[in-house]
Structures are given as C-alpha cells and as structure tokens.
C-alpha cells in the first residue's frame, strides 16, 4: 500500500532530485499547493502571487519508510530556518513547508519539527499547513534532475550537495549509496 506525504522546501526540481534517491520512495511528483488560483501555471507561481508553494508530492512504502523518517531527511536536506526562502530562490512560493494528510502526519510532523530544532540554532520556520487542492507542475517540471538538471547550473550547483548530505546522515536509506 502506498501513502503520500506533500513537503515544500524550496525549489521543487531540488527536494525532488533528494526524495528519488530514498529507499521505499516510490513516486514523487513536483506540484503546487497552498494557494487560491486554480490550475496555476509556473510562471504564475514563480510571479509570487497565487499563494502556491513548489513541493513534492513523495508516494512511498510505509513498510520500507515511516513518515517520520521522510520527514527528517526533509529537514536534513534543506534549512528549514530560511523563513520564505532558500538559498538565492525568494518568496512565499519557496517557503519551507508540511501538507499533512492526516491527522497522524500533522502529530508526526510537531514531532519531526520538534526533532529538528535540536539540530539548528535558529528557529525552525517550517509551517505544517492544510491541506489543499495538489496541482502537478507542468510535464518538463517532472524527474528534471534525471532529464535536464544536470545542464542548469543552478541545479549542478544546488542538488549535488543535496545529495551528498543524504548520501552521507542517511546511507542506509539512499539508493545510491546502498548501491555502491
């Protein structure tokens, strides 16, 4: 049985690429949610006013990956203190969110925030969120990493270290790393 969990944590081409190479994942499509224009365009997203945030909708085997778990290599590979942002990405659009399914996934991710901030300094800024109608992003927007990424420098500078850090705190759930 496949559960879904729906996470925001900047540039969606970015936590798209880390979330393919999980252990038990076995979807993840990169989409809109949490605005209030219906069936945005990424141009209208990427303009910042549709309320929309880029994220990820991840299907994954909870047998093989708990939620909990998802969660905390979300929080890993991504800072969740850059409140609107991440990294040169700016805007409401590229805030750090949750989109719980249910009322389990909204305990678990108190939890996962609660967790994370042992790891951080600053305040986790992350926000758990209703959930909301879930808009795939455009066709060229899907498995980018694999088709086009790797000639966007943005992305060759970005996902790299992405993926490194999963490879290295979560070597036993990185399919690349098992692998080698």
């Not at 990169?30 to 365009?41: E, K, L």
């Not at 305990?107 to 925030?113: F, K, S, T």
Request: hydrophobic share 35%; glycine share 8%; aromatic share 10%.
């Amino acid at each position: 049985m496949t559960d879904y969990a729906i996470v925001a944590g900047g540039c969606f081409w970015c936590t798209e690429a880390v979330f393919k190479d999980v252990i038990g994942v076995e979807s993840v499509e990169s989409g809109y949610i949490g605005g209030h224009v219906a069936n945005p365009t990424y141009k209208q997203v990427c303009g910042g006013d549709t309320g929309h945030a880029e994220a990820i909708r991840i299907g994954f085997d909870p047998e093989q990956l708990s939620y909990g778990d998802l969660l905390d290599i979300f929080f890993a590979t991504h800072d969740p203190t850059q409140l609107n942002r991440q990294g040169n990405d700016v805007g409401t659009q590229y805030r750090s969110a949750i989109f719980p399914t249910t009322v389990m996934q909204e305990e678990q991710a108190n939890e996962a925030i609660a967790r994370a901030q042992t790891d951080h300094s600053q305040p986790i800024v992350t926000t758990i969120e209703d959930l909301a109608e879930w808009y795939p992003a455009e066709g060229y927007h899907q498995d980018y990493w694999e088709t086009s990424g790797r000639s966007n420098p943005y992305c060759m500078a970005v996902i790299p270290p992405k993926l490194q850090k999963l490879r290295k705190s979560f070597a036993a759930r990185s399919k690349a790393a098992v692998e080698a």
